[in-house]
């Protein structure tokens, strides 16, 4: 005589026997379950020492999975599953990779892929959620501890902690492969993606300031306060063109410029001085004039303005006496010695 022996754990038989139950009774044991695989996941979690935002990308990604297969899903679709947008998807991933990284464990693996160019778009991201397994494994010997009480909510989580805390070294190392950091553009190429926008933006403006009623689109544009759009475009104006005009100045670092009254009224000064005693020379002091207009002067206040450099200085130089002079004496081949006799 033979007999057949399942050897199965109390959890196995029950999900087995699930046929013969009643509905009632089957969705409770489903609830139990959610509800004991929620409890273990949150413990994973505070053993890995995930912060909040990071918690909220593994339970999206574990509730979007199954069975721990792959999910390969743009931003777009995993935001619209956890109703917010893609950027704040963005955000999470973000805090997901930097808690993974501090803690060394990962329980969602990830492979993100470089940009298409033929689609012009990045292609979807593939995420696997690794601790799939030992959740599972986690609630049947949490069930079948002896810490398990069947009524007591209190005990039953001290017991999904324990055995989560049991097999949590059992967790697979994740093989995650994140997209390359793209190389840093040039500051000239994004001068021109700024100035792109600002004329988009300023395009936008127009647009809907020409669907105001005209009275309404008077007093906004005109407004005079502290915080108007009109004190708002002039500082603005200002900005752009010292910008510009700075672009033709020549740029220093160091040092600072010092007002020269003297040059912006149209002459300067320049100083030479001689050593007391030398002959004949004494200290002398030009004048040179140039003509200088209004307009030239305000330039000159524009550009050197908040320029620094060397301060402009007088500068005295010593002159070298000139030697003294010395009698002319012929050579003596051209000496004629005077006749003597009186004649020839």
């Not at 139950?21 to 413990?43: K, N, T």
């Amino acid at each position: 005589m033979a007999a057949i022996v399942t050897d199965i754990t109390s959890a196995h038989y029950r999900r087995r026997g699930a046929a013969d139950f009643p509905a009632s009774e089957q969705a409770r044991d489903i609830a139990d379950d959610f509800a004991d695989g929620v409890e273990v996941m949150h413990h994973f979690c505070n053993l890995a020492g995930y912060p909040e935002s990071a918690r909220t990308f593994v339970f999206a990604l574990a509730s979007a999975a199954h069975g721990g297969e792959k999910v390969v899903v743009y931003d777009a679709e995993l935001a619209e599953k956890m109703d917010c947008s893609e950027r704040t998807v963005q955000r999470h991933r973000k805090a997901y990779k930097a808690a993974a990284k501090q803690s060394g464990v990962e329980l969602i693996e990830f492979a993100e892929y470089k940009f298409d160019q033929k689609e012009g778009k990045n292609p979807p991201t593939t995420y696997r959620v690794l601790c799939g397994a030992q959740i599972g494994l986690a609630v049947i010997q949490a069930r079948d501890s002896k810490h398990w009480h069947k009524s007591d909510r209190a005990k039953q989580c001290a017991a999904l902690q324990w055995a989560a805390s049991m097999v949590f070294k059992d967790i697979p190392r994740g093989d995650s492969m994140p997209r390359p950091e793209p190389r840093p553009r040039l500051a000239t190429s994004e001068i021109h993606t700024c100035m792109k926008v600002a004329d988009t933006k300023l395009r936008r403006m127009k647009k809907l300031a020409g669907k105001l009623p005209e009275r309404t689109r008077a007093e906004l544009l005109s407004d005079t306060g502290a915080e108007s759009l009109r004190k708002k475009w002039e500082a603005l104006r200002a900005e752009m063109d010292a910008l510009f005009e700075a672009a033709d100045s020549q740029t220093v670092e160091d040092g600072a410029v010092d007002e020269r009254p003297d040059i912006l009224s149209g002459h300067a000064t320049v100083a030479v001085s001689a050593p007391a005693g030398a002959s004949g020379r004494v200290a002398v002091e030009e004048e040179v004039r140039t003509p200088t207009s209004p307009e030239d002067a305000a330039a000159w206040n524009r550009t050197f303005s908040g320029l620094r450099a060397p301060p402009v200085r007088a500068v005295t130089v010593e002159v070298r006496p000139p030697p003294e002079p010395v009698p002319f004496q012929p050579p003596e081949e051209f000496l004629v010695e005077p006749l003597r006799g009186g004649g020839p």
